[in-house]
C-alpha cells in the first residue's frame, strides 16, 4: 500500500477559512514536485471550498450516523460527498463515536465510495476495529495526542503491536499511527514499524513554515 | 426591525453541494430584484463556499461550544466566522444544546460580531432565553416542524403570546417563528402575529422550484 | 423560607454504598438534634436504600428527560419517585441537561410532586432558568467547584447578584449558592448574601468526621 | 456455560420501586424451586435495595465510563459494585456507549470482579466486541426489540451466526440473545441454536403474573 500523510487541520484558526485553502495548495503542490500521497482534513465548513480548490484527496474530519434530510448542522456521509470529499475520518479521539454507528458508517461510507479512516486509542480496539474492514486504522494513543514525543519514539510497541493485530484479522486494511508526530524521520520509523503512514495535525496546522515541514515529512517515505 | 426569511437548508440532499449553491445563488438574485432580506444556512461542508459565492448573508447551522483547536470535526463560533459566516443559528431542535453553553455561545458571537438566532420550542422557553439577548430567538413547535400546516395557522397563539413574552422582558430581540411554514400567506400572518420574520427549510430545500417558492415567500412581505 | 443544607454525594467512593448510608444516618439524627432542614442526595444506585432507611428528605442527584419504559440505565422522574425520593438536582454542572428538558422536566417533578433544585452557572443563566419556577435555583460558578475557598468569599456578587436577579424576575423561588462551601461561617454568610441556604459535597463527603462537619455546617443557620 | 436468563426491567413503572423488589423476590424464589440461573438488572434506583433484598445475582442496568467522585448522577463502575451488584450490562441498545468506552468499562469491570453482559446490534459487531472479552455478548437486533415475535423466530440465522462467530474468535465468551423473547419455547430455541441464555424485558417487566411468565422461562432451560 502506498505511504500516506493524513494532514487533520482541526479547527486551529491558525488553519481555518484562509488560511485552511492556503495549507491545501502548499500540499498539493508538493504532492505535484514529489509525487507522494498526502490528506487534508479542513475544518468542516471549508470541506467544499477546499474540495473544489485543490486536486489531491481531502477528507471530512468527522460524520455523523444521521439520515440526511431533518439534521441541521450534522454532517451525513452523502453531506461530505456532495461537498467533495473523497473520505473522511471517523471516531477521532476529540469526536467519538457510538460502536455500533462507527459499524454503520463505514459500511455507508463504501456503498457511497468514501474512503474511511477510523481511529482507535490502543491495539485491542484496534483489531476490534479492523473488523469492520475500513480503509484505514488510524491508532493514536490519547495521552501523547498533542505533545512533543512522537508516538514512535514513546511507544513503538503499540505501532508494531497494531500492525500485526490487525494484519492477523484483516489483511488489505491499512494502517496509521498518530501523536505527536512532527518530522520526516517520525513518518519513516512509523513505515519501519509496520504501518502505511501517518496522521497528524498541530505539527502542520501551527507551523510557520507549513511548506517545510511537509517537505520534511514527505521526505521520511522512501521506495 | 426588517422583517427576514431565514432559510435552513438542513441536510437534505436535494440542498446539499451544488444544489446548495444554486439555492443560495436563486435567493441573492430575489434579494437583488425584490429588495427583501433572506439569509441562507447552508449545510455545514458548504458554508465557505457558499459564504464566497454570494453576496447575501450566510448562516451556520450550528456552532459548538468548544474551543477552536483540539477539537476534530465541530464548529467552534470562530470557524464559522473564518468560512465567512455572518451569523448562526444556535440550538435548532435537530441539534439541541446544554443551557449554559447557549448562554456561552451568544456572547462569544456577539464578541466575533456573529449574529445569532436561538431556536426555542414554547413561550416559557423563549421567554427565559431572550434573557440571553441574541439577535433573533425562533420559536418552533416541535409537533409542527416539518409539517403541512404552518404554525402560524395551527397554533397563532404561541406565536403571538411568543412575541408579547419576549417583548416584555427583552426589548431588541428579533422574533421569528417556523414550523410548516410554507408561502406568502404564511409570512404575512407572521409577521401580523407580531413577529420580524420566518424560520423555515423543507418547503425551500425540498421544492421543485426553489425560484418560484422563495418569490412568494418575499411577497408576504410588505411595507 | 426555611434555610437548607444540599449534600451532594456524587460518586465518592467514601459516600457510595453503605458509606452512604451512614453519611445519611448522620444527618438524620443532626437534623433531629438541631431541627435544621438537611436533604441528602446520594449516589444513583443508592437511592431507594437511603429513602427506605431514613426519615429526611433524600434528593435524585439528576433525572433524564426520557419516558419510562425502553431506557435502560435511564432514570425518569417516575423512576426517582418510585424510589422514594422526594425531590431532584436538575442540570448539575457535571450532568448537564439541554435547555428544552430542563422546562420538561421541572413541569414533570411538579405533576409527580417532586421538588428541584435547578442548577446554573452565572446570573445571567439563573434569571433565565428562575423563569421554569423550579424549587430552587443553586448557583455555582463551575471555576470554584471543589476548589477551597468558598464562593460566598471569593465572588459573594454572584451570590448577591443571583438572589436579586431571581428575586426580580420570580418570587417564590429559592436561592441556593455552592462551591467551596465547607463550614457555618460559609452558610452564614450563604444566607446574609440572601439566599436559602447551600448546595455542598466533597466538604461533607470526603470528610473524616462527616458529623462534625454537618454540626458546624448547621450552626450557620441561625433564626 | 450454565444457561442464564437476564431480566432487564428498564424503567418500566410496572416494574420501578416495590415492583421491582417484587419481580426480583419472585425471581429469586424460581430459582430455590428449580434450580435455574436468573439475573436481574433492577432501575438504577433500586440496585442497592433489591441487591441488600435476593441471593440471586443482581446486575446495574448501565455504567459510564467516568471516574468515582465529581460526577453527579453517573454511575461508575465502583459505584455499582458498592451498591452490591455482581455485574453490569454495557452498551445496551437504549444507551449506547462509545467505542473505547466500551473497551475501558470491560477493563475496570474485570479488576473489580463485577461480570458484563456488552449488548451489540448485529453479527460483525458482536465479533469486533467479543475481542474485548467481556462475560457475555448480547446480540438484540434493533429492528426486533419490544415487539411480539422472537428474534429466534424472526432472524435464527442471526443467533447462530453471532454464536459461531464469536466462538471463532474468542473462547469463553458467553453468548445471549434478545428480542422479543416471551416464553420457554424461545428460550430452548435460543440455546439449541448455540446461545448461552436470553436477555429480555417487557416479557416480564410488564407481565400481568411475573412469576407463570419467569417458569414458563425457565422451563425452556433443559439439561
Excluded: W
Excluded at 88 to 103: C, F, G, Q, W, Y
Aim: aromatic share 2%.
Amino acid at each position: 500500500m502506498e505511504p500516506v500523510i493524513v494532514v487533520n487541520l482541526k479547527t486551529y484558526p491558525e488553519a481555518s477559512g484562509k488560511s485552511a485553502l492556503n495549507i491545501a495548495k502548499i500540499a498539493e503542490s508538493i504532492v505535484r514536485e514529489t509525487g507522494r500521497k498526502i490528506i487534508i482534513a479542513p475544518p468542516q465548513p471549508d470541506l467544499a471550498l477546499i474540495c473544489s480548490s485543490v486536486s489531491i484527496p481531502v477528507f471530512s474530519q468527522h460524520v455523523d450516523n444521521v439520515k440526511p434530510g431533518n439534521t441541521t448542522g450534522f454532517v451525513p456521509p452523502e453531506g461530505a460527498k456532495a461537498a467533495g470529499a473523497k473520505g473522511t475520518i471517523i471516531n477521532h479521539s476529540e469526536h467519538r463515536l457510538v460502536h455500533a454507528d462507527i459499524e454503520e458508517l463505514v459500511e455507508r461510507c463504501k456503498a457511497l465510495g468514501l474512503l474511511t479512516i477510523v481511529c482507535t486509542n490502543n491495539i485491542r480496539v484496534s483489531r476490534a476495529t479492523a473488523m469492520f474492514h475500513p480503509d484505514y486504522v488510524a491508532v493514536e494513543p490519547p495521552e501523547l495526542i498533542g505533545g512533543n514525543i512522537s508516538v514512535t519514539d514513546a511507544n513503538p510497541e503499540i505501532v508494531s503491536g497494531t500492525a500485526s493485530a490487525i494484519r492477523s484479522v484483516a489483511k488489505g486494511v491499512g494502517i496509521l499511527t498518530g501523536a505527536g508526530v512532527k518530522n520526516g524521520r517520525d513518518v519513516a520509523k512509523a513505515i519501519e514499524l509496520g504501518t502505511d503512514g501517518v496522521l497528524l495535525a498541530s505539527g502542520v496546522a501551527k507551523a510557520k513554515d507549513p511548506r517545510a515541514v511537509l517537505l520534511d515529512l514527505v521526505s521520511g517515505i522512501t521506495d
